[in-house]
């Protein structure tokens, strides 16, 4: 059973930066893509960002592209997801994801403008 967990959420401003990681535990996550969702104030759940196991691919959502980059550490069993230029439409609680269904607890960003 693997157990995912996200850090790295926080307020910020406007333009400001912010990484999230998400870290396995429990099994490794390392040989699978992992992606990362998010879900704003009143809105569904939506897709963020993946990135193959090795790092070697991503794709990214069209409201993200050119501000955000997904990234992995597999000696870590670690994904990230380096977020810049946000706008406060980013506020949202940001979710790792890991096949076949594991998810992280979420971590809320809050972007104020």
């Known amino acids: 059973q693997a157990q995912l967990e996200e850090s790295g959420g926080g307020l910020v401003q406007g333009g400001d930066s912010l990484r999230l990681s998400c870290t396995g535990s429990g099994r490794t996550v390392s040989t699978y893509a992992m992606g990362w969702f998010r879900q704003g104030p009143g809105k569904e759940r939506e897709f963020v960002a993946t990135?193959?196991?090795?790092?070697?691919?991503?794709l990214y959502a069209d409201s993200v592209k050119g501000r955000f980059t997904a990234s992995r550490d597999n000696a870590k069993n670690t994904a990230y997801l380096q977020m810049n230029s946000l706008k406060p439409d980013d506020t949202a609680v940001y979710y790792c994801?890991?096949?076949?269904?594991?998810w992280g607890q979420g971590t809320q960003v809050t972007v104020s403008s």
């Open positions: 994801y890991a096949p076949p269904s594991y």
């Open positions: 990135i193959t196991w090795n790092g070697g691919g991503t």
